[in-house]
């Protein structure tokens, strides 16, 4: 039997020159599925990502989803793209096994906390207040560069790296320290700055951008009384949900927010296009 992709829709392109295009998966021309194929919104023409690869329940098991897969490799390199990427939801073991098997490397998770509707106490001594004008911009600096790094520790292109953290600032923070629903907050302990917060309340939830313990005060457990500071302030926004992503390979922070009781939500996973 061959399975096969087969467009249900002429090729999309967008004015910015962005791809997608949806797909049925057949065997010998009979539909057991369907893939969603585009270019990546945010790295743009050179990177693809499937959005959607789902094989109907009376065909799975046999091979269809990794053919699927490989076929969609297939025309993510006819597009030009050198690298391809995905979400898995969590409890999906089986398409994360899928992944891994076809060499899709994760590079970080989604997890969530359900909150309360009383927000926790900090430590004695730790106390939480707004960032002012004079300490935002280095810590804007600093941010830029360090979210940078991240992506080019995990296989990203410098340039690339650079250029993603950039826009992904400029989007998110239009109006600087005063966009709309961010919330920029300095923890103190004792009277002495320790570290910093970035928390944005998106829809029904809120979501930690950024959470760091300053150099000269790690290891003391600032960044769990930083995470009950974006609880606080989640709560306080009326959201019941507090969000943020983990790189693969943190593995204090993973430890940190599992102790916190966050749990995964999905999985984001690249390839690199030979």
């Not at 073991?93 to 927000?119: C, F, I, Q, S, W």
């Not at 507090?242 to 922070?253: E, M, R, S």
């Not at 999905?266 to 030979?274: F, W």
Request: glycine fraction near 10%; include cysteine; proline fraction near 5%.
């Amino acid at each position: 039997m061959t399975t096969t992709l087969r467009p249900t829709e002429p090729l999309q392109r967008t004015a910015d020159g962005a791809l997608s295009r949806h797909y049925q998966v057949c065997v010998n021309s009979r539909p057991v599925g369907a893939v969603h194929l585009s270019t990546s919104t945010a790295y743009g023409a050179g990177v693809a990502q499937i959005a959607d690869l789902r094989i109907e329940e009376p065909d799975r098991g046999r091979g269809r989803g990794t053919v699927a897969a490989l076929a969609a490799e297939e025309v993510a390199r006819g597009w030009g793209c050198r690298r391809i990427e995905l979400r898995v939801p969590a409890g999906a073991d089986t398409a994360l096994r899928l992944a891994v098997a076809l060499g899709y490397v994760h590079r970080n998770r989604g997890m969530e906390k359900p909150l309360g509707a009383t927000a926790p106490r900090l430590p004695e001594g730790s106390r939480g207040r707004p960032m002012t004008e004079a300490e935002y911009l280095p810590w804007l600096e600093h941010g830029v560069a360090a979210y940078a790094q991240e992506w080019a520790d995990r296989g990203v292109p410098e340039d690339e790296a650079w250029a993603r953290s950039r826009r992904d600032h400029e989007r998110l923070l239009p109006q600087g320290r005063s966009t709309e629903n961010m919330l920029f907050s300095v923890l103190e302990q004792d009277g002495a700055r320790v570290g910093t917060l970035w928390v944005a309340i998106i829809g029904d939830k809120a979501f930690v951008y950024e959470v760091e313990t300053d150099e000269a005060f790690r290891g003391r457990g600032h960044g769990r009384s930083l995470m009950l500071l974006a609880e606080a302030g989640a709560i306080a926004a009326g959201k019941r949900v507090l969000g943020l992503n983990v790189f693969a390979g943190n593995t204090p922070a993973e430890r940190l927010y599992a102790s916190l009781g966050y749990l995964p939500v999905d999985y984001s996973m690249y390839k690199n296009l030979l």
